[in-house]
């Protein structure tokens, strides 16, 4: 299977190529006040505004660091009852396109962050995928996706 590759951290993981929309440049990105962490912000992708999520930050780490490499990958987020939205996802260092066999990959044997997938090894060292469709809690996904005509909290 081909696997976009990138950094969190130290560590190389991988994301199938089939959930990927568009690798762009990183841009600057409107700050959210009161955001959660793990939100890195708003950018404008042709027109729609798109939240942007730190793959750092929501791994329990720092905010990313900017590398000549630190791109934004746009995914096509599928909710778990339907229906899907564009959303951001702040990479460090992406290496590009890697093939990797299924064969070669295993189950980790460690339950640590839901979204984190099976591994495989290569010359480089250990490769992990991240599961797109368990990457966001759901307090998360109801602040970023919020149904549409349905009215936020009113204010205190």
């Not at 199938?16 to 912000?41: F, I, M, N, Q, T």
């Not at 630190?70 to 778990?80: E, K, Q």
């Not at 990457?135 to 996706?145: K, S």
């Amino acid at each position: 299977m081909k696997l976009l590759v990138f950094h969190i951290g130290a560590d190389r993981y991988g994301l199938r190529l089939r959930d990927v929309v568009r690798v762009v440049p990183l841009l600057e990105l409107k700050h959210l006040p009161l955001a959660p962490d793990a939100v890195a912000g708003l950018m404008d992708y042709h027109g729609q505004s798109v939240p942007v999520i730190d793959l750092c930050r929501i791994s329990g780490l720092p905010a990313g660091a900017d590398y000549f490499d630190t791109r934004i990958i746009v995914v096509d987020y599928h909710m778990p009852h339907g229906g899907s939205h564009p959303l951001g996802l702040r990479a460090e260092r992406v290496l590009g396109v890697r093939e990797v066999g299924e064969a070669r990959l295993t189950d980790s044997g460690v339950l640590a962050a839901p979204f984190l997938g099976q591994v495989a090894g290569d010359a480089d060292g250990m490769l992990q995928l991240v599961e797109l469709e368990r990457l966001l809690p759901a307090p998360l996904r109801a602040t970023l996706f919020q149904a549409a005509g349905t009215p936020a909290d009113p204010l205190p």
